[in-house]
């Protein structure tokens, strides 16, 4: 945990933040935190900030925080991920959101099995605290959005070009494209929205429609990778490529 990441109704009438459950037993167990230590906090879809350890004992901690006048823009990244296995996505959404994303949007393709989407995962109890763990690795306060596309054509043809509208990229990573990501310009605050296919990828009629929504097929090398490694591999490829243009910009 980088980051405390504190919610309204944690804040008492007093205008201190207490904690219990399992934010309070890291602070308190791996944090080893003791009273005057003073944490990096953020409060959710707020702003990051410092609290002061009032008090800590085996139940709660009470802190006094301060925080920054400016609240972080959205990421300028989307994700349009083929909603993979539960087990693979329970370790995804975490990873995926500690870089730093505005969008998830979980989507049925062809090779998607149909009970996936009926996986408990998908409820917003059981994913919600999989991406504060991801927020609090990654320092982030604003929360990535999930949207559930349970078929493939009328996202596609009805929605996919009104949600991406802003996109200046758009992505789909496949590993038998002809052109490499490594490619791209990005300057720092481009939008960019990139597609993930499922194991075996995407079927060749998806790739085309998703081209004829001025989507790239693009490759991150020759490699296939499972969805797990290719989510992270493409997340990190993507903010090197910003940090790349940003340092061009500065020389």
């Known amino acids: ?44 879809e707020g702003s ?39 087990k693979s996505l329970r370790k995804l959404l975490p990873e995926i959101t500690a870089f730093g994303v505005d ?25 919600r605290p999989l991406l504060h763990e991801g927020m609090m690795q990654g320092r982030h306060t604003r929360e990535p959005h999930i949207l559930i596309e349970p078929l493939f054509n009328p996202f596609v043809q009805d929605r996919l070009d009104t949600y991406f509208s802003s996109a200046k990229h758009k992505i789909v990573a496949h590993p038998g494209a002809k052109r490499s990501l ?8 481009d939008r960019v929205v990139a597609v993930i296919g499922p194991e075996g990828g995407l079927v060749a009629y998806e790739l085309d429609q998703l081209e004829r929504h001025g989507f790239q097929t693009m490759t991150m090398g020759p490699a296939p990778l499972r969805v797990e490694t290719a989510c992270v591999a493409l997340m990190a490829q993507i903010e090197l490529l910003r940090q790349r243009k940003r340092r061009c910009d500065e020389a």
């Open 48 to 86: 990051p900030g410092v609290g002061e350890v009032l008090e800590i004992d085996d139940e709660r901690v009470c802190l006094r925080c301060e925080f920054d006048t400016l609240r972080p823009a959205r990421p300028p990244i989307d994700l349009v991920l083929a909603v993979p296995r539960p």
């Open 1 to 44: 945990m980088n980051l405390v990441l504190l919610e309204p109704q944690d804040q008492r009438q007093d205008g201190c933040f207490e904690l219990r459950g399992p934010r309070a037993s890291h602070i308190r167990e791996v944090l080893r935190a003791v009273t005057g230590q003073r944490l990096r906090v953020g409060m959710l």
């Open 103 to 127: 969008r998830i949007v979980l989507l049925r393709t062809w090779r998607v099995e149909k009970p996936f989407l009926s996986s408990s995962i998908l409820q917003p109890a059981v994913y």
């Open 182 to 189: 490594a490619q791209l310009e990005i300057e720092p605050t």
